[in-house]
């Protein structure tokens, strides 16, 4: 079965650099601080959409014992054959967050860069957000982002490197179709790369009230932090 991503996870790192240079480093840097202010090693934190491993590689190197949560294979393989290169055992689980079952012994999860958007229904949501929940020590935090509705537009980006177009269109009640067709110049060789999947639209409320149904407290709004992202990022602490 394919997965969003599956087709271009080999090179999902490139383009994300080459799309948003060092916007998405500055990024990067910003969401480990906030973690690290949050948890001090040792901890265990639990990466949902973990992708190839832009926060859960460096905060394993840090030390913190991480589990990374991926359902899409591929992206799991990229982010596994960093944790090979530098002797790094990682832990995983390939599937969907709302299907993880775990003992809640997580001091922190992470469901950040766009995970929400991928949940389909409000079902999936709820679901996610107690898995979430039941992942956690009382007293264990969540980070999470909500998306906008500025993300979900059609782009453009030519670089020597990569060509790409992003299609996004709304199809109905707040679900979008997101069309990738990227093209990739390496060693004066061009490979092409599709995808289509759905994603969704989560008005910022009903998320919120969701985690609090869950019975999650908002500690943090971090979002003034994140303007440019296009994303509200929250901590949420477990009662
Ligand atoms: C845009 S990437 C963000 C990756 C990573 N969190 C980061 O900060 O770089 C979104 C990831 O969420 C994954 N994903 C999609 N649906 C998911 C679900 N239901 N549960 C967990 N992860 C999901 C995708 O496969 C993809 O790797």
Redesign the pocket.
Known sequence: MT???SSWAENYDLIYTESFGGFYDALTHK?LDIIKNTVSVPAKIV??????G??SLPLSLYGYEVLV????LE?LIQLSQKYLERDLEVVNFNG???EFEVQSDFDMA?C????LL??LDEN?LRK?IEVAYGALKIGGYLLIDIPSRDIFRDFKVNTEVIKRSVNVSYVHDDIYSYQENTEVIKNGESFNYLDNFKIKYWDKNTVLNCLSECGFDLIKDLSDEYSGTGSSYYIMQKL
């Open positions: 997965t969003p991503h969401t990466d949902f959409g973990a992708g190839t832009r926060l949560v991926e359902p899409c992206m969907k967050m709302q992470l950040v860069f766009t995970v991928y949940l999936e996610s």
